[in-house]
């Protein structure tokens, strides 16, 4: 028998390795990529320009005022950046960072919760859910939005389940309000005081009162002082000032952005049961358990848990917020899952004893190595073309596509190996070792064998070397990543500026200095007055066909009429 010191350290033991896998994989291909589309591009011209003007209260866009989302997350880009002095390193800090905080804060929370040992698999099963590993890799709000709500719910789930911790309470109410100001939906932890009153009325005996009327006052506070931290700004620089750009700006962000965006989304339509599928895919191998999951669930919530009331109640309230909305992005549910491998972690280990769970698992590791391995061999062979279709749509050089191949017919063959390997009984350190492999070879090779394409890089190249470096570019319906990319200064006539107004102010540009003045433009918004034996096809980036445009081309006095509204969204 195992002596306590031995199974007092065995949690630890087990912490290490998976914490080594884990900020292995997640900083490989660190500074080896670009920011690509989506999103990536926006928020780091945002931080530049806060960096390079001084602003840090309101993002930029171009000339524009970027009002779709608070500048937190680029403040974290630009604060990066004054430390590291390297944009491609720089862009993916805060999330790598938030992602190793999310998963020592579940493992954290399950130890609390349930008990030591179960810090590792609450742990390990955030990690080997795919959607987690997507959000750590990609410079975007959520994860950083993960780690803000899973931190409030740690403080929160310490004072009403392990307390009375005021101090943990008021650190979730603070990190609810700095979330809110992050993202919009930053104040979704607070929902799990609905489950906790609940269960007040439902097991009292089980769920402590937490009576102190000053502690929530200051709890309260402790919210409003994390929104503070961007809104109190704003709301001062908005009552001084008379300029109109920014109260229009701030009326964009806190009423069209955040309620009327909830209430009556204008994209990302889906129907109500879309976060299923979401949960059935992007959450594997994780999701293959829910069948046996759930009906123990149920029957402790029967018997009066109030651990995984909490948990559960919390979760399922999110998953209604979000599909009570007619907008849905998979990224929406991504906060669920913390809280969800917390209350799954206590069950995992005798789970994963069953020979159907074990068997179900290995499937999906060998189903998917063999996949890949057969997918990327067919397509090096020359059996199947899938791989050129998609290269021609992207514009993926032959070279880049050949590497991009190599990498996932290694990662195909390193996953049957690791099912060998397995023989159903290791499946749980397999699968923690090939996502491990796959999001090292995510870092080091799928995605900056894709960056030419995807980040606009090679097409700003080609652009560059067409026109030479004394002439002068502008961008008409531009891509973020363009005006990132350009080796020089571009002029540009706005973002959200309608087609044919950018129009009329690109032809006066032009018509300024026609010999030495270019073009850049998409090919659906070349309009009628452009000579169409002048204009230059430069290449191809994220599925649409670039031009240039010399200012000799373009007719004087020509009108460009307004293009219609599903051309204009092409781009």
């Not at 403040?75 to 993916?92: G, S, Y």
């Not at 195909?412 to 070792?433: E, N, S, T």
């Amino acid at each position: 028998m195992a002596s306590p010191v031995a199974k007092a350290r065995s949690p630890r033991r087990a912490l290490f390795p998976l914490a080594l896998l884990a900020v292995a994989a997640l900083v490989a291909g660190l500074g080896m990529r670009d920011p690509s589309p989506p999103d990536e591009p926006r928020f780091v011209l945002a931080a530049q320009h806060m960096i390079a003007s001084g602003d840090w209260l309101v993002p930029m866009r171009g000339r524009e005022l970027y009002a779709e989302k608070p500048p937190v997350f680029m403040w974290l880009q630009a604060t990066t950046w004054l430390a590291v002095r390297d944009w491609r390193i720089a862009f993916l800090l805060p999330s790598l960072l938030a992602a190793l905080a999310t998963l020592w804060l579940t493992g954290d929370l399950a130890a609390r919760l349930w008990r030591r040992r179960y810090a590792p698999w609450a742990a390990g099963a955030l990690f080997v859910c795919l959607q987690f590993g997507l959000q750590a890799k990609r410079a975007q709000i959520d994860m950083v939005l993960v780690l803000l709500t899973t931190l409030s719910l740690w403080g929160l789930l310490r004072h009403l389940l392990r307390g009375p911790d005021w101090r943990a309470a008021w650190i979730g109410a603070f990190a609810a309000g700095v979330g809110t100001v992050t993202k919009g939906v930053g104040f979704l932890p607070l929902l799990v005081l609905l489950p906790w009153l609940a269960a007040r009325r439902w097991r009292p005996a089980a769920v402590p009162a937490r009576a102190d009327g000053w502690r929530w006052g200051v709890f309260a506070l402790c919210f409003a002082a994390g929104a503070a931290v961007w809104l109190g700004p704003l709301l001062v620089a908005v009552l001084r000032s008379a300029d109109p750009a920014l109260q229009a700006y701030a009326a964009e962000l806190l009423l069209h952005q955040t309620a009327e965006r909830y209430a009556r989304a204008w994209h990302h339509l889906r129907p109500p049961w879309y976060y299923l599928q979401v949960m059935a895919t992007l959450w594997l191998p994780g999701a293959l358990l829910l069948p046996w999951l759930l009906p123990v669930w149920w029957r402790r919530l029967r018997r009066g848990d109030a651990r995984l009331l909490l948990l559960l109640g919390w979760a399922g309230l999110v998953l209604l917020f979000f599909s009570a909305s007619p907008g849905k992005r998979e990224v929406y549910v991504f906060p669920m899952l913390p809280a969800l491998c917390v209350a799954a972690a206590p069950l995992l280990p005798a789970l994963l004893r069953r020979r159907d769970v074990r068997a179900l698992l290995l499937a999906w590791l060998l189903a998917l190595s063999a996949a890949l391995a057969l997918a990327a061999g067919a397509a090096l062979a020359g059996l199947d073309d899938w791989a050129q279709r998609i290269a021609a749509q992207r514009a993926i050089g032959a070279g880049e596509l050949q590497v991009l191949l190599l990498w996932l017919l290694a990662l195909g063959v390193a996953g049957l190996l690791l099912a060998a390997w397995a023989r159903r009984r290791r499946i749980a350190p397999a699968l923690l070792v090939f996502c491990a492999l796959l999001w090292t070879v995510y870092g080091i090779g799928l995605a900056p064998a894709l960056d030419r394409s995807s980040s606009a890089r090679g097409l700003m190249q080609a652009a560059a070397a067409q026109i030479g470096p004394d002439a002068e570019l502008a961008l008409l319906a531009w891509r973020e990543q363009q005006l990132l990319q350009a080796d020089r200064h571009v002029a540009e006539f706005g973002f959200r500026q309608p087609w044919h107004r950018q129009w009329r102010e690109a032809s006066a540009w032009l018509a300024s200095a026609p010999e030495r003045r270019w073009l850049l433009l998409p090919e659906a918004a070349l309009g009628p007055c452009v000579a169409p034996a002048h204009a230059v096809r430069i290449g191809r980036t994220n599925r649409i066909d670039w031009w240039l445009v010399p200012g000799t081309a373009v007719a004087r006095d020509c009108t460009v009429p307004p293009f219609d509204d599903r051309t204009a969204d092409e781009t």
